[in-house]
């Protein structure tokens, strides 16, 4: 996480992104789907940011099992040799040039913000 | 005026039968008193509208307006609007008042004069197929008061049903314009992927959602998109390709098309009489000059699958912009960062929403990210061959646009796989990248049912001619819900 300055008591940073993935993620490597135990529901709704409590980690757990099923139906699937279709034309990404092209438009963007201060974004304190 | 066609607005208009102010307020009226009972608006401010009803006279008055300048429409809450309240459909966005335009809005406003009556209900974050998951409560069929309109644009849907507005956008990502298009008798259109800008969309799944028009006929649809289309620097998937009038072919006669029937749409799955309407329509289609053959789409049984993977993946990534950080709802109470992430987005998600991020988060984690999320898109280009070689047979493909007419309030709600299957005809053309339509074709127990139309990329032009030759011969489109 990027750490951007800080002020008395808050600090501001740019909010998480996927790099700990890989680290947090579940050790079972089953792919058996319909064996996603409460402990996974739990552990997936922790990746995702999630706040779960153990009734609906339950209901999850049910309703995740039962799209898995449906998902399921594509192992059967030989697609060796088959390109994967990221994207309905198969463009490449369009590059345009490095320059500034937008308009400064920070206090209408931060004006929406639930807390903001010296046009930072406060959060809570994250580094001692 | 409440049941005229754009067109006929539009002459009314520049003849000065009727100014934008009245034209607008004659439907701001009619959402005051119908919107309580079919909650299609969540957003609805009369000063807004009328402001851009008063330029619009103005530039009637001037002699610089353009076809749809002061016709008022309605705006899919999932549309970035200045000014306007922009939601979503979720308890998440509740307070956003967005501080730009997205490139639709823009261009449908302040570009082609049309009046803004307000922001359509839809399910959160267009996740659903029933309007059920909205933040804002479900919305109602105009048709059956107890009945879903489908979705998610499921209050666009219903304000054109029931005349609270001549027409709306939608926008489409696994079924969303065409199949409550189907369940509340309208004409919708859902262009090839890139036509229209996804700038200030607020995003579902980027490689699969696009805005069309939702509307009365094929006219109508073709006048909107007209106003919709166009590349954007704004949106990197944007196609840069030659403007069209997708007005200019409209009445080509039909003789020698080729329709395609696959027999994956024809065969179980599907509500006898709701078949039998679909058959019928290309029975009159026959009459009309066209030809049809079999083709087979293989793989159509796996979009379902492949949608649900691809879908929430991206879904998962793109909502994880909503942390309480920069704009929107933020939890109350919290100790420290981490739980103010968790709170913020246990509280203002739905369950929906929280299912399909966590779908996706599962899919594109170490170790299951090959298994699933690769072989979804392995499975989505098999889908896209088996439409490249069906169009080598045929020119259009039809079918079905729902499995049923519309199902009852809270019948598929408590079964989440029920209700993904409901999109079982409609997923395959978002997954690869097909213009697709639903235009009215029958009722069925006074319900009424759809047709799909599926067309080669860029044939949006096409398939509105064959969606408006079939509507110049029959009167499905101009039946219209009795609202009490």
């Known amino acids: ?128 | 005026m409440i049941n005229a066609s754009l067109k006929q607005l539009s002459q009314a208009l520049a003849a000065r039968q009727i100014s934008s102010v009245e034209l607008s307020t004659l439907f701001l009226d009619r959402i005051e008193r119908l919107n309580p009972t079919l909650n299609a608006f969540v957003t609805v401010d009369r000063e807004k509208s009328l402001l851009m009803a008063r330029a619009a006279d103005a530039r009637i008055a001037a002699g610089t307006a353009g076809p749809l300048t002061g016709i008022p429409i309605a705006q899919k809450d999932i549309f970035c609007a200045e000014g306007w309240t922009t939601t979503c459909g979720s308890k998440m966005l509740a307070n956003f008042v967005s501080p730009y335009d997205a490139t639709v809005i823009h261009k449908m406003h302040a570009e082609a004069g049309l009046v803004s009556l307000g922001k359509t209900n839809m399910d959160e974050f267009a996740m659903g197929s029933s309007n059920e998951t909205s933040f804002f409560g479900p919305v109602r069929n105009p048709w059956d008061s107890s009945r879903v309109p489908g979705g998610s644009s499921g209050g666009s849907a219903a304000a054109v049903a029931a005349r609270l507005a001549p027409a709306a956008t939608g926008t489409d990502t696994g079924g969303s314009i065409r199949q409550p298009a189907a369940l509340c008798n309208l004409t919708g259109l859902k262009p090839t992927y890139g036509v229209v800008s996804r700038y200030g969309m607020i995003a579902f799944a980027s490689s699969l959602d696009q805005a069309g028009p939702m509307a009365a006929s094929a006219e109508d649809c073709a006048l909107l998109l007209n106003t919709m289309v166009g590349f954007d620097e704004r949106d990197s998937t944007s196609l840069d390709r030659p403007v069209e009038d997708y007005t200019a072919g409209l009445d080509k006669p039909l003789n020698g098309l080729r329709i395609g029937l696959p027999k994956e749409f024809f065969g179980e799955g599907c509500d006898a009489e709701v078949m039998a309407a679909v058959r019928a329509a290309i029975a009159e289609y026959e009459k009309l000059g066209a030809t049809t053959v079999e083709v087979s789409l293989p793989n159509s049984h796996l979009s379902v699958p492949a949608y649900y993977v691809i879908a929430p993946a991206e879904a998962s990534s793109n909502l994880s912009r909503f942390d309480g950080a920069r704009y929107g709802y933020r939890a109350p109470d919290y100790a420290n960062l981490e739980q103010m992430y968790e709170k913020t987005r246990a509280q203002g998600f739905g369950a929906e929403v929280k299912r399909r991020i966590m779908i996706g988060a599962y899919v594109l984690s170490h170790g299951y990210y090959d298994a699933y999320y690769l072989q979804a898109q392995r499975i989505r280009r098999l889908i896209a061959d088996d439409f490249v070689a069906a169009f080598k047979q045929c020119d259009v493909i039809m079918g079905p646009t729902s499995p049923s007419t519309a199902f009852k309030l809270g019948e598929k709600a408590a079964d989440p796989v029920q209700m993904y299957l409901s999109d079982i005809y409609t997923i395959a053309v978002n997954l690869a990248g097909l213009p697709g339509m639903s235009v009215p074709c029958g009722f069925v127990g006074g319900l009424p049912v759809g047709l799909q139309l599926i067309g080669n990329y860029f044939a949006e032009g096409q398939l509105l001619n064959v969606a408006h030759r079939y509507q110049q011969a029959t009167d499905w489109h101009q039946r219209r819900a009795v609202i009490a």
């Open chain 1, 1 to 128: 996480m990027l750490r951007l300055g800080g002020a008395v008591g808050k600090t501001f940073m740019i909010p998480y992104n996927a790099s700990h993935f890989k680290t947090l993620c579940t050790a079972k490597k089953s792919l058996d789907p319909m064996s996603l135990t409460l402990e996974q529901v739990k552990r997936i709704a922790h990746l995702a940011r999630i706040e779960i409590s153990d009734d609906e980690a339950l209901t999850t757990q049910g309703h995740l099992n039962g799209i898995f099923q449906l998902i399921e139906q594509m192992q059967a699937v030989d697609t060796r040799g088959v390109e994967p279709m990221a994207h309905a034309q198969d463009v490449s990404q369009r590059l345009r040039e490095d320059t500034v092209t937008e308009g400064d438009r920070r206090s209408a963007y931060q004006a929406v913000a639930p807390d903001v201060e010296a046009g930072l974004y406060l959060v809570p304190k994250v580094i001692e």
